[in-house]
Structures are given as structure tokens and as C-alpha cells.
């Protein structure tokens, strides 16, 4: 979904689910998610400037069958960006801060790594854009 509140407010929105299953063994597919949500506020509060959230979550991921390590953590993660479009003739610039709130996100791997795939922290990051 996509709503535009006002000339300057918007939200995006979507919700995802799937109940995938091995054909032969009935089993649900190991490591993915079940069911995925992101909302995504956004404010254009000044003539080429905006700021917006991201926030997405994933939840009710099954372990494979026969693995016996702790089930896999649900997890949200809230990211911001701040642009400002035509800093001159030709030029966008952003900053973003991903996984804002520094939650420790893991994504599943196999047995061998035994505390799953560490996702990265709080990150920032700087855009520059050059549109011609």
C-alpha cells in the first residue's frame, strides 16, 4: 500500500506470509520467514528535503528438521534517511542510519556456524547522486 496522507505525509506499507513446505516431507522450508511486515513513513517537511523510516520485521522462521539449536529470533530493525534533492544543478545527498535502535540481528546458516550470521550494527551511511 501506498497512501498519500497529505501533499507532504505519506506511509508505505507491506505484509508478506507464506506457508512453504517440502513436497516430500511435509516439513515447512527451514530458514524462511513466515511472515514479513515494513512500514515505511515519509515527510517532506521543506521544498526538497524529507525524512522518512524504515521499519521491518521478520518473524516465525522454523530451523531445519533434526537441527537442535534454539529456535531463530524474530527480529525488527528501524532504519532513517534524511535527503535533500538539488543541493546544486545536478547533485542529491542522503544520510541513513540502518539497524538505528543496534539490535543483534542474526540470519539463520547451517549447523556449522553455531550462532547464526551476525547482521551488521547501528550503520550509517552517506549518498551523493549526481542526475543529469
Not at 82 to 89: A, C, E, H, Y
Not at 93 to 115: F, K, Q, S, Y
Amino acid at each position: 500500500m501506498d497512501w498519500e496522507i497529505t501533499d507532504t505525509v505519506g506511509l508505505r506499507v507491506n505484509y508478506a506470509f507464506q506457508a512453504s513446505e517440502d513436497k516430500k516431507s511435509g516439513e515447512p522450508i527451514a530458514n524462511t520467514p513466515q511472515k514479513q511486515f515494513y512500514l515505511n513513513p515519509y515527510w517532506a517537511f521543506l521544498p526538497n528535503w524529507s525524512l522518512d523510516a524504515q521499519i521491518k520485521w521478520i518473524g516465525d522462521r522454523k530451523r531445519a528438521q533434526g537441527d537442535s539449536r534454539d529456535s531463530i529470533d524474530d527480529y525488527a530493525l528501524v532504519g532513517m534517511t534524511l535527503r535533500r534533492k538539488n543541493v546544486s544543478k545536478h547533485w542529491d545527498l542522503a544520510l541513513a542510519v540502518r539497524n538505528l535502535l543496534d539490535h543483534d540481528v542474526r540470519e539463520p546458516a547451517g549447523t556449522a556456524i553455531l550462532d547464526d550470521y551476525p547482521m551488521p550494527g547501528r550503520s550509517i551511511y552517506a549518498e551523493v547522486k549526481c542526475h543529469y
